[in-house]
């Protein structure tokens, strides 16, 4: 079920780069507003000296200058599974430190991962299994990252009125709860700022 779930988000990512190109509605976000908003909660678990940091779900990799304007110190990877994403992202950004791929090798290890937005455009794909992928990919991304990610998800406190059916709301206590017990003791959630989501921290 996996694979046919990303070639879903695939298809659907791509579509949106190749209709808005390097853009906030490029990645699916309303504005470049609410994009930064979630840059800012994502990257609080970033420390300030040198580290590497992937960039899961990095679209064109729109982190890349929200990092060099908060004058972060790192090596930046970007992963996304869409090659028109990954195409438009290494046309628009270079440099040493940056690079970007559609493919994650198996031995690789990244001081911290943030995942932005990646687990809230479900399509048709029901929500118990659409649950059972984000937790796979968080043990994942777990895996990978030696001293902690961070992610966030469509909050299923959003209004009633305001949801739709092909996006999936989580239950943020769930959430903490399975990384709690699963992968750190120290684990942040952060739901006190004006979008219809939630980031949840995980140190090592």
Not at 7 to 33: C, F, L, P, Q
Not at 187 to 200: A, C, R
């Amino acid at each position: 079920m996996t694979n046919e779930i990303l070639k879903k988000v695939n298809d659907y990512y791509s579509d949106k780069i190749k209709s808005h190109g390097a853009t906030s509605r490029g990645v699916d976000w309303n504005g470049i507003e609410s994009h930064y908003l979630r840059f800012d909660q994502l990257t609080k678990i970033l420390p300030k000296e040198r580290k590497t940091v992937l960039d899961f779900g990095c679209g064109f990799g729109s982190l890349v200058d929200y990092i060099k304007e908060q004058g972060i110190e790192c090596q930046y990877f970007g992963f996304d599974i869409s090659k028109e994403m990954i195409n438009v992202a290494n046309g628009k950004y270079k440099g040493e430190n940056i690079e970007f791929s559609t493919n994650l090798e198996d031995n690789k290890r990244y001081d911290y991962t943030i995942a932005n937005g990646v687990f809230n455009v479900k399509l048709e794909v029901n929500d118990e299994e659409w649950g059972e992928y984000i937790i796979k990919t968080l043990e994942h991304i777990n895996k990978i990252s030696i001293k902690g990610f961070s992610f966030n998800i469509l909050t299923s406190y959003s209004d009633e009125e305001f949801k739709k059916s092909d996006l999936h709301y989580a239950n943020p206590m769930f959430y903490f709860d399975y990384c709690k017990r699963n992968f750190s003791k120290n684990v942040g959630l952060l739901h006190d700022y004006d979008l219809y989501e939630f980031t949840i921290h995980v140190k090592k």
